[in-house]
């Protein structure tokens, strides 16, 4: 047999070029994935970094105050925290090191946390540690803490565990005083009623923010990056409210519901030359601290409401009359308590009583609505609704409040009038008004016939002082001031003897006005709206008062209810005002013939 044949000697060069292939691989692959990694993925990952050691804390911004005419502090802002603890991170919390707190070491966990936060937070530590364990990572420990608290927590230095959010506290020190008015907000500190809503976006400012870089433990690295933009305060906003005759109008209205037995009752003052409301009022007003019903939602019934505005929508025929040259006031007419239109349409008076001779003052003052049917019939259906329509019914106040109603009017088109509304619209009947609009129809007469928005808005003013007045749209004449200061005279008949209004006597001052007492459906009946509605003094208006009273039990008429509370007010509002007393008493127009 042959010998086998010796081993091949091995061929180190081809192992060795494996290897160097596999090294290369390796070292590519290396390569590739540190470019991935530098190049590649190095800007995210960086920036992924980055977010998960960077946190942003929002800064809340400072709400506005609002402020009545001089200044006095209807609703403010104070600054309060909330205290909110970790309880996953809680875990991790070593008591090693700290100063003993009751003469006993700190614990670890929880049971520290509580020992040092409990005496601060005034709550039993054991109930406090409790809430400090589990998973969780926001646990809110306490509300609305006064600053002292805050720096007190701060101090311990557990921020990795326990912070203190910035928040803020609305307060209204003027408590009930125009609370229906002011309105509230909401826990996010948004405006949700009244001028806090209708202002918001004044008050509110804007929100800042704090970025920073953090250790693991939660706490500001000093030396890394940072950015922080400073929250904007809202404006201050001022109001056209005079804080005194504000409350005398709420004690005076809440006075006449209790006694007149009324569902509710409303009272406004206007100043007759700048439109501005001095005081707006409703029975019952709530207090906006006070958020344990939903009352202080409601808003104002002085806007909300709708009603006939009864016989003192008379004023407006009279102007109308008179504007037109149809009538004088000192026309005769001779007036039953029944009267028949040639369309058939039946109408009466208040109450049973012969036939009266009265001059066009003296159908006023006496509120005879047979007396006022007859007087509209000279003016043509287009101007009834003109006048209706430049006086302000049927379009917004002005006043900018939420909930408002702007009425109900009779069709556009006065083909489509009934054959009663056509005479109703006359004495305040077949439209329905708020009580801002029935108030701006008296004011719009005193201010010489022309009419002036309404405004509860003075002005604003910002954080570093600046104030901003309000802008002023300029008025819009509606009657001449001839037949203006004529029905002003008119309407003084109207408080004097012999009128349906002497109980708005204000002793000192001329008084002119108008009664009301308008029917409003109730279910399956009918209820009434007692009110009256003057100006003062006579001579040179300076304010409007307008009283309402809903349902009223002890009388349904306006003369007997409302006239007195009227007088209350309106000799308050005077007197507060420094507005000096008549002169004289001159008028000369007559009511009978």
């Known amino acids: 047999m042959a010998r086998p044949l010796p081993p091949r000697p091995g061929r180190p060069e081809v192992r060795q070029r494996w290897l160097v292939g596999l090294a290369a691989v390796v070292v590519l692959v290396f390569l590739v994935r540190l470019v991935q990694v530098q190049l590649i993925q190095g800007p995210s990952l960086a920036a992924e970094a980055e977010a ?127 609370g229906s008015l002011v309105g509230f907000v909401n826990h996010e500190q948004v405006g949700r009623g009244g001028i806090e809503a209708a202002y918001d976006d004044v008050l509110s400012g804007t929100a800042g923010s704090d970025t920073y870089e953090r250790s693991l433990d939660g706490l500001r690295i000093p030396a890394a990056g940072q950015e922080s933009v400073p929250a904007v305060p809202g404006d201050d906003v001022q109001l056209t409210l005079v804080h005194d005759i504000q409350w005398k109008a709420q004690d005076a209205i809440d006075e006449a519901k209790r006694t007149s037995g009324s569902d509710y009752g409303i009272a406004i003052v206007q100043d007759t030359r700048t439109g501005e409301i001095v005081a707006l009022a409703d029975s019952g007003a709530v207090d906006p601290n006070d958020r344990s019903t939903a009352a202080v939602a409601g808003g104002s019934r002085a806007v909300k409401d709708v009603f006939d505005p009864g016989s003192t929508g008379k004023v407006i025929t009279m102007a109308a009359a008179l504007e037109g040259d149809y009538w004088e006031p000192d026309s005769r007419f001779t007036v039953p308590d029944t009267y028949t239109t040639p369309n058939g349409q039946t109408f009466h008076d208040s109450h049973d009583h012969p036939v009266q001779r009265l001059t066009l003052t003296g159908v006023l003052a006496q509120s005879s609505n047979t007396g006022t049917v007859m007087v509209g019939e000279k003016i043509p259906l287009a101007e009834r609704q003109e006048y209706l329509q430049e006086f302000g019914f049927g379009e917004p106040t002005g006043l900018g409040l939420p909930g408002e109603s702007v009425g109900i009017m009779p069709p556009d088109d006065v083909a489509d009038w ?76 109207v408080t004097e003897d012999g009128g349906t209004g002497t109980n708005a006597k204000v002793p000192g001052y001329r008084v002119a006005g108008k009664t009301g007492t ?76």
Request: proline share 7%.
């Open 418 to 493: 009934d054959g009663r509304t056509q005479y109703t619209v006359l004495f305040g009947q077949g439209l329905s008004v708020n009580a801002m609009q029935a108030t701006s129809v008296f004011s719009t007469v005193a201010n010489d016939g022309v009419r002036m928005t309404p405004t509860l808005f003075e002005g604003t003013t910002s954080p570093d002082g600046t104030v901003t007045p309000a802008e002023r749209e300029p008025g819009e004449r509606v009657v001449s001031e001839e037949t203006a200061d004529t029905v002003v005279e008119m309407m003084e008949a």
């Open 52 to 178: 998960a050691r960077t946190a942003t804390a929002v800064t809340p911004a400072h709400r506005g105050d609002i402020t009545d005419a001089n200044g006095v502090t209807l609703a403010t802002s104070v600054d309060r925290y909330w205290v909110v603890a970790d309880p996953k991170a809680i875990k991790d919390f070593r008591g090693t090191g700290r100063p003993p707190v009751d003469g006993r070491k700190v614990e670890d966990g929880a049971l520290g946390i509580a020992q040092l936060l409990a005496p601060i937070l005034d709550l039993p530590k054991n109930e406090l540690a409790a809430r400090l364990v589990g998973d969780s990572r926001y646990e809110v420990l306490a509300k609305n803490v006064v600053p002292e608290v805050q720096r007190a927590i701060s101090n311990l230095e557990i921020r990795a565990y326990i912070r203190t959010d910035l928040t803020s506290r609305r307060t209204y020190p003027s408590r009930t005083v125009a």
């Open 518 to 593: 308008a029917q409003m459906p109730a279910g399956d009946g009918w209820t009434y709206m007692a009110s009256f509605i003057g100006v003062a003094p006579a001579d040179d208006p300076r304010y409007t008062v307008s009283v309402f009273l809903k349902s009223p039990s002890s009388s349904i008429f306006g003369g007997e209810v409302a006239a007195p509370v009227f007088s209350d007010i309106m000799g308050f509002t005077l007197g507060k005002m420094d507005v000096p007393p008549s002169k004289n008493n001159d008028r000369q127009l007559e009511t009978e013939w």
